[in-house]
């Protein structure tokens, strides 16, 4: 069992910056990769970001140059950072853990990018 509580959201202007957290816990060490998904109203969850227990990253085309991923093991922690925010980043954002047999979700955290 993976517990993965999101944290960071809120409002922001367009062209400003925030950082989401994502804090894991419970069988850390069966989490082969974390990631980032968003769901903006109406539409699909997509992939926004993954990392790997090896530390490898996969960032979306949509958000690449803008958005980073990271890690801080010592905390169980994931983040997300993101500059040069649009309001079609506009989504509730979702930690994922991929434990190879199965994915575990975080609640989501809001994120409005509006003036």
């Known amino acids: 069992q993976v517990k993965l509580v999101e944290s960071g959201g809120g409002l922001v202007q367009p062209g400003g910056s925030l950082r989401l957290s994502c804090e894991a816990s419970?069988?850390?060490?069966?989490?082969?990769?974390l990631g980032w998904y968003r769901q903006a109203p109406e539409k699909q969850r997509e992939l926004v970001a993954t990392?790997?227990?090896?530390?490898?990253?996969n960032i979306a085309d949509s958000v690449k140059g803008r958005f980073s991923i990271s890690r801080d093991i010592a905390k169980n922690t994931m983040y997300l950072e993101m500059n040069r925010l649009k309001p079609e980043d506009t989504a509730v954002y979702y930690c994922?853990?991929?434990?190879?047999?199965?994915?575990?979700w975080g609640k989501g955290t809001l994120v409005t990018v509006s003036s």
């Open positions: 990392i790997t227990s090896g530390g490898r990253t």
């Open positions: 419970g069988n850390i060490f069966s989490i082969y990769s």
């Open positions: 994922n853990a991929d434990v190879r047999i199965r994915d575990y």
